[in-house]
């Protein structure tokens, strides 16, 4: 059972609403600046978003909102939820959550100077402790789930390219079957499957995918528009052909449809 936080620890971090709101970026950046200098580590994000600056920008309204929620955190059920789910497509494990911690908190400290006290580092310590038991066990109660559904698997699963179709100059579709012949877990409506990909020349590659296949308990179909620039979706097009193995994690995430408009 996770421990909630304390009073102390709550007041401190909502106290630190304004300094995220002018410095949040900076802090998100400068973290993952320091995550990226270990291989093993800048193998699990996405090259493309740290280039573009969506990722560091993405994190930091994240943390905003959870300083901003620290009092009502059932507020924060829906993006714990999009998180967890996007970390188990990424294979994301338990051991992965001290390298992230130590680099948030190396983080606040030099963007804030002299205003990360010694108070508010231990807040921030608390707060990101408590937020990454919260992940990791929704993420494990996910694995679990995975893993003993029909079809389903956990971590990386090898699948074969069984068919390509050019959808139109810019997009393709891909069909994927188990390497292994067997079964695939029925997915939903809005999920996404996760790839670790070799790209010659640029070394690991992590994406998603949406699926754009109905469940039919023995394949996934993904159709990938070729972005400008882009070095996995270019690599997909122009060398995965049929017979092209990969690794896939379990169908994930969630999708929730818009409200009605009035």
């Known amino acids: 059972m996770v421990t909630p936080l304390d009073d102390k620890t709550r007041a401190t971090v909502t106290a630190c609403v304004p300094a995220l709101e002018a410095h949040g970026v900076a802090i998100t950046t400068e973290m993952y600046k320091r995550l990226l200098a270990d291989p093993a580590i800048s193998a699990l994000f996405n090259s493309a978003h740290q280039k573009n600056g969506s990722q560091p920008t993405a994190l930091a309204l994240a943390v905003l909102a959870y300083a901003r929620n620290i009092n009502s955190l059932d507020q924060l059920g829906g993006m714990v939820e999009r998180i967890a789910e996007k970390h188990v497509g990424l294979n994301i494990l338990p051991e992965h959550y001290p390298h992230v911690g130590q680099a948030l908190l190396g983080a606040i400290a030099q963007v804030l100077g002299d205003a990360a006290t010694p108070e508010i580092m231990d807040a921030w310590a608390k707060a990101y402790g408590f937020l990454a038991d919260v992940l990791i066990s929704r993420e494990s109660e996910i694995y679990k789930a995975h893993e003993t559904a029909p079809g389903g698997w956990a971590g990386w699963r090898p699948f074969t390219i069984q068919n390509r179709t050019a959808e139109s100059a810019l997009v393709t579709s891909f069909e994927l079957v188990p390497t292994d012949g ?29 699926i754009s296949s109905a469940p039919n308990g023995r394949s996934y179909r993904i159709s990938v528009r070729r972005a400008e620039k882009g070095l996995v979706s270019g690599w997909l097009h122009d060398s995965a052909q049929v017979g092209t193995e990969v690794q896939v994690s379990a169908p994930a995430g969630s999708f929730t449809p818009p409200s009605p408009q009035s």
Not at 195 to 200: A, K, M, N, R
């Open 182 to 210: 067997n079964p695939v877990m029925a997915h939903k409506p809005g999920q996404y499957l996760s790839f670790s990909l070799t790209v010659p020349g640029q070394g690991n590659q992590r994406r998603n995918y949406s």
